[in-house]
């Protein structure tokens, strides 16, 4: 990776594109820090910090947005209105017959795909910054040391109605910004906008990960040193094992028949088919970790239960993310929608079909209704291997926390650590992309 940039580097055009990233990445990050009107960003800092740092949903937002959400800043929302609008389109795409026309239209197909995805995200986001002055006008009530709404206190009509505006307009702003600087690096820059930026948003949480691991060395050395170098060294080795399953395949071998039209000789190459280990990436995560935020989202608008007893008192404590319940539901569901979303992605019958009409087939394996069930069964067992594998890499944060509590607030591991390692990977492969299309010779050298 690192010989890939330093090539990068060397070609003029190139350089240009990664400065150009690089802006935009520093812009992203000082959008980050710029504070929202009419809210005081302490007193939402100290509640994010204990009711987002077990491993839910809320810590998982906080975390992909470089921690702007903690500070209700601008960039609060940043990329998740366009990633939620992302998938639901890929969904509906599969489910709605004029979507699935439209995508395979082509380059102009996915332009129109493309218009309706980002009308979805401002709608997203327009209901999530909604949502999110909610739970922050549930604070008002709860916060003891100072109201986080400052309009509120004066008044419940007009100022704070107005107050409320310029709070949702100010975050779906700032997510419309964000989606801007994405397509202006997709565009500009390296590519890939919107990854470049979810990895610098979650880069931007590990240095305030390794500060923690300082100060918690220097305050009690004799539990912390030895507890830090393990955590680090567990990061660098879970890496590497996410570098490995993200590169495995499993190459089914497919031989084309031979075919002679007059002299010459057609087909009889030999070839594969390679099925991603990861052919989801985090999506199952995501869908699983949506799912299990809804308890979440009732117990931050219903309130913390006050009796130790009851139905609501027991729901809370079941969806908790500090019991085991929590993770045996949570690891379950990405299994789950693992093979959910593998389904919607690979479709065997289809594959079986092209083959056949190519004169190609898997040695051993009969055409048509074998062939699509050999491959089923490959996919079947690939993806539970996949699965199991996401599920290990999601819990690993809320088994940390369950053993220390000091350690709940880090957001290095995890689902954390396999997106910024995708990211940066995709990334690497694009680079090596221009440098290819830079150092080709062409037809005629």
């Known amino acids: 990776m690192f010989q890939t940039l330093r090539k990068a580097w060397g070609v003029p055009e190139i350089r240009k594109k990664i400065l150009y990233t690089l802006f935009m990445i520093i812009l992203f990050r000082f959008g980050c820090a710029v504070a929202v009107p009419y809210l005081n960003s302490d007193v939402v800092k100290t509640w994010m910090d204990t009711k987002a740092s077990d491993g839910g949903f809320l810590d998982y937002m906080n975390t992909i947005t470089g921690g702007a959400m903690s500070q209700a800043t601008m960039f609060s929302l940043s990329i998740t209105p366009f990633i939620n609008a992302s998938i639901i389109m890929q969904l509906l795409t599969y489910a709605l017959p004029p979507l699935e026309r439209m995508r395979d239209e082509g380059e102009e197909g996915r332009k129109k795909i493309d218009k309706i995805t980002a009308f979805v995200a401002m709608v997203l986001a327009v209901v999530m910054s909604y949502g999110y002055y909610l739970i922050l006008k549930r604070m008002n009530v709860d916060a003891e040391d100072g109201r986080v709404l400052h309009a509120l206190k004066y008044s419940s009509g007009g100022e704070g109605a107005f107050a409320a505006f310029v709070i949702i307009a100010c975050f779906v702003a700032g997510a419309l910004i964000v989606v801007w600087m994405g397509n202006r690096i997709s565009d500009k820059g390296i590519g890939n906008g919107i990854s470049v930026l979810l990895f610098a948003g979650i880069a931007a949480r590990f240095p305030t990960d390794a500060a923690l691991l300082v100060k918690l060395t220097k305050d009690n050395p004799s539990k912390y040193l030895f507890v830090s170098l393990g955590y680090l060294l567990f990061i660098i080795a879970e890496i590497a094992f996410i570098v490995f399953m993200n590169e495995a395949e ?186 290819m299309m830079r150092h080709h010779k062409g037809f005629l050298q």
Request: net charge positive.
């Open 250 to 435: 499993r190459r089914i071998p497919i031989q084309y028949a031979k075919r002679v039209v007059g002299r010459k000789q057609y087909g009889g190459q030999k070839t594969h088919i390679p099925i991603k280990v990861i052919m989801s990436g985090v999506m199952p995560i995501i869908f699983a970790m949506s799912f299990m935020s809804l308890p979440q989202t009732i117990q931050l608008f219903a309130g913390e239960p006050t009796k130790t007893s009851g139905f609501y008192y027991h729901f809370c404590k079941f969806f908790s993310t500090r019991n085991w319940s929590y993770a045996a539901i949570y690891f379950l569901l990405i299994i789950a929608f693992n093979y959910f979303y593998v389904s919607i992605q690979y479709n065997p019958v289809e594959i079986a079909n092209n083959l056949r009409q190519s004169n190609g087939g898997i040695p051993g394996i009969r055409p048509g209704k074998p062939t699509s069930d050999y491959i089923q069964r490959v996919l079947n067992k690939i993806s539970l291997v996949g699965a199991i594998f996401l599920g290990i890499i999601a819990v690993i944060p809320i088994f940390i926390s369950m053993a220390d509590e000091q350690l709940r607030s880090l957001s290095m591991g995890g689902t954390t650590i396999l997106i910024a390692v995708s990211v940066a990977l995709e990334t690497t492969r694009t680079l090596e992309s221009h440098l």
